[in-house]
């Protein structure tokens, strides 16, 4: 920073993430508004603790290892490179005692940077953590919540969501919004997850015939998407790289003209990205409205939804494109939803596989088609993006680092008893023991209340 | 006793990295915080196993279980 423009351009870039992590804050207290309106009053707030633990624990597990491994893993490793590909000092400097991991002068980018692929790292566990309310253990669910935020969601973000990725290099894979890298990822985990969990209590006749088990607070789980769209605005622009010329880029480009880029440093604007949001926040919730007839639920679902589906694609679609693309992605998740709870009696809390995992894996697809023949990457070699590429992509999101990774640890946890909680806690609600204390303090202050007013 | 590695600010900021205490001991620190995260959560298993149990000792009666499914509660 030894020039007024190189200082300017510092610390714009500094307080742009910065800002961006602020935004993200808002994407948790959503889905703990959520989360806490969807469940039952015996359940609040162990539904809120369950969820706003995960921030102190995913937040060290991924200064402990989860940014290590983004930075190690982006050849596979073994597939295009080894550990650290392509510069292993990077990988090197992000060990948990790194020399970029602590306040340093001459290094005002790192900390803010981890920051923002930190709250990715929570939005990932909180979408897990609304399916799978009022029956998981707490001790369960933060394991699970430090595998796909530490772990999993880092090793698919260095596979298809940096600039040396493998899956960028040899697939083609493009995800400039993370429909695949958090949403298809979370989606997958929690349907592997909630497979072996089982529903709730209740929720199934003897039959199979599904019962809404409804929302004790329907305005609070609106407001709370209401608040997640808000955040969602940090999330986008978190994905970008605020300024980069072509010598910091090193690709193909050239000329000098600067660019606001992609993670995997194409270029795009903020413009673009702002009008693709919102057009495809419209289409969701459009589509949203009409397929579920006016549920205000689904409707807002829907504008998540609609976002998600187009986000792998909305560093280049047309605004018109991520309307419809939003649209066909949330008609689609919705139907979903219920064929996959009326036919495997998955009790999916709040729509969290469908409005995160379904639509995108869509929006992946979709993204493989529209975008066929467009550079994936601004290096030489790297495959273009393709229908094939991205499909494959998305097995390997939702599937393979989702649903399979989540299954095992459910499955690991059921064997030790550590999955579910008992059947007369799920029955009395995880607040009860609270909630009769709270009565008891009530009576015995309202009593002595009494009592003194008689005596005085 | 100082452990810092900045003891003045009479110098060029160029010439600047590390501004922390214990600057070498890294691996220490960061060996002591992944036992204590472990440790966390040990306990936290077993706290959690321990409230299941007194709740359903103190609170699973057939009353109970009537009025909180049915709402009373």
């Not at chain 1, 889905?31 to 707030?45: D, L, P, Q, T, W």
Request: charge should be negative; proline fraction near 4%; glycine fraction near 10%.
């Amino acid at each position: 920073m030894d020039t007024d423009v190189a200082a300017i351009t510092t610390v714009f870039t500094e307080f742009y993430y910065w800002v961006t992590v602020a935004l993200m804050f808002l994407i948790h207290v959503g889905f703990c508004m959520y989360e806490v309106g969807a469940s039952r009053i015996k359940n609040h707030m162990h539904t809120l603790l369950k969820n706003s633990m995960l921030i102190p624990l995913v937040t060290i597990t991924w200064f402990f290892f989860g940014w290590w491994i983004y930075w190690a893993f982006p050849g596979g490793p073994g597939i295009t490179g080894g550990i650290g590909h392509p510069d292993p000092s990077f990988a090197e400097a992000y060990t948990p005692w790194g020399e970029s991991m602590g306040p340093r002068l001459d290094d005002r980018i790192s900390g803010v940077f981890w920051a923002a692929f930190l709250l990715f790292a929570w939005t990932a566990a909180s979408i897990v953590s609304g399916a799978v309310i009022e029956r998981i253990r707490k001790f369960a669910f933060w394991m699970i919540a430090i595998m796909i935020g530490s772990v999993t969601w880092s090793i698919d973000a260095a596979w298809g969501w940096h600039y040396s990725g493998w899956m960028v290099e040899l697939l083609g894979y493009h995800d400039a919004y993370a429909s695949g890298v958090i949403h298809a990822i979370a989606g997958g985990t929690a349907l592997g997850v909630l497979i072996v969990l089982g529903p709730r209590l209740g929720k199934f006749a003897a039959d199979g015939t599904p019962r809404d088990l409804l929302p004790h607070n329907p305005w609070l789980v609106c407001i709370g998407l209401f608040m997640i769209y808000t955040g969602f605005w940090g999330f986008y622009v978190a994905c970008n790289v605020p300024v980069a010329t072509p010598d910091f880029i090193a690709g193909q480009i050239t000329g000098t003209t600067q660019t606001a880029t992609t993670i995997y440093l194409t270029p795009t604007t903020l413009s673009a990205i702002t009008m693709n949001f919102l057009m495809s926040l419209a289409g969701g919730m459009l589509a949203g409205y009409m397929v579920s007839k006016g549920d205000a639920f689904w409707t807002y679902s829907g504008g998540l939804a609609g976002i998600i589906t187009a986000s792998a694609g909305n560093d280049l679609y047309h605004p018109y494109q991520a309307l419809i693309i939003g649209a066909i992605g949330t008609f689609l998740m919705y139907k979903l939803h219920y064929w996959v709870e009326r036919t495997f009696k998955v009790d999916d809390a709040v729509g969290a596989v469908a409005v995160h995992g379904y639509a995108g894996f869509i929006g992946l697809v979709i993204a493989g088609f529209v975008l066929w023949g467009h550079p994936s990457s601004p290096y030489e070699g790297f495959a273009a993006i393709n229908p094939v590429g991205n499909f494959v992509g998305a097995i390997i999101m939702f599937w393979v680092l989702g649903f399979i990774p989540g299954w095992i640890l459910a499955k690991i946890l059921q064997t030790f008893n550590l999955l579910r909680i008992p059947r007369e806690v799920e029955l009395l609600g995880l607040d009860f023991g609270s909630m009769q204390e709270a009565d008891r303090a009530r009576k015995e202050v309202t009593a002595a209340e009494l009592a003194a007013h008689s005596s005085g | 006793m100082s452990t810092t590695p900045v003891d003045t600010w009479a110098v060029d900021l160029a010439d600047v990295t590390f501004i922390y205490p214990w600057v070498g001991w890294e691996g220490v620190m960061a060996i002591v915080a992944i036992v204590l995260w472990i440790l966390w959560h040990v306990w936290q298993c077993r706290f959690e196993n321990n409230t299941y149990k007194e709740d359903i000792e103190k609170h699973a009666t057939s009353e109970n279980l009537r009025k909180a499914t049915s709402g009373e509660i």
